[in-house]
Antibody, heavy 120, light 107 residues
Framework: QVQLVQSGAEVKKPGASVKVSCKAS????????LTWVRQAPGQGLEWMGW????????DYAQNLQGRVTLTTDTSTNTAYMELRSLVSDDTAVYFC?????????????WGQGTLVTVSS | DVQMTQSPSSLSASVGDRVTITCRAS??????LAWYQQKPGKVPKLLIY???SLQSGVPSRFSGSGSGTDFTLTISSLQPEDVATYYC?????????FGQGTKVELK
């Protein structure tokens, strides 16, 4: 079955960077795009960006442009989300989610989430 | 960018009640609308896609309707396990914006 397994919780200082991984299994990795979503404590879901795992095309939320980079390693079926210049407002649970198809689509499968805490 | 606005932001209902949540897009998105359920501390779960298609395994008391700018999620008979926050999401193009969420509680 489809599984997305994310890396473990991280604690970072303001100004640092974090890189969260999302390892996919149970399907052909390049057949479906991946989306990253974050959720600050007690808040709603925020769409961060999208990557086409076949050709590497990306789209990013405007408020994160320049600080976030989505990449994939097709040799290990793993996607990565790197966020730089962290501030306390970046404290959140970060989710990867598989799109239903290769383009923009709904999200039937989600990773378990990775808590990133930004604190001095 | 297209904004997604849900209402109400929270509601309280009794077991067996019919519950309706609305989601409005600031521009037309045809039927590229999904609904998710998120219980506290859990991963979001897809309920409805293409505005009205029920995801496999989701109870039939959940239904969706709408097209263009106005959408509705209905729970025909609220159950205790339906206590959660519900989010709509547009997915026709980037950014694939979520609504702000509707928290459903038991009265």
């Amino acid at each position: 079955q489809v599984q997305l397994v994310q890396s473990g919780a991280e604690v970072k200082k303001p100004g640092a960077s974090v890189k969260v991984s999302c390892k996919a299994s149970g399907y052909s990795f390049t057949d479906n795009s991946l989306t990253w979503v974050r959720q600050a404590p007690g808040q709603g879901l925020e769409w961060m960006g999208w990557i086409n795992t076949y050709n590497g095309m990306t789209d990013y939320a405007q408020n994160l442009q320049g600080r976030v980079t989505l990449t994939t390693d097709t040799s290990t079926n793993t996607a990565y989300m790197e966020l730089r210049s962290l501030v306390s407002d970046d404290t959140a649970v970060y989710f990867c989610a598989r799109e239903a198809h290769s383009g923009y689509d709904y999200l039937p499968s989600w990773g378990q989430g990775t808590l990133v805490t930004v604190s001095s | 960018d297209v904004q997604m606005t849900q209402s109400p932001s929270s509601l309280s209902a009794s077991v067996g009640d019919r519950v309706t949540i609305t989601c409005r897009a600031s521009l037309g998105i045809r039927n590229y609308l999904a609904w998710y359920q998120q219980k506290p501390g859990k991963v979001p779960k897809l309920l409805i896609y293409a505005a009205s298609s029920l995801q496999s395994g989701v109870p039939s008391r959940f239904s969706g309707s709408g097209s263009g700018t106005d959408f509705t999620l209905t729970i025909s008979s609220l159950q205790p396990e339906d206590v959660a926050t519900y989010y709509c999401q547009k997915y026709n193009s980037a950014p694939q914006t979520f609504g702000q969420g509707t928290k459903v509680e038991l009265k």
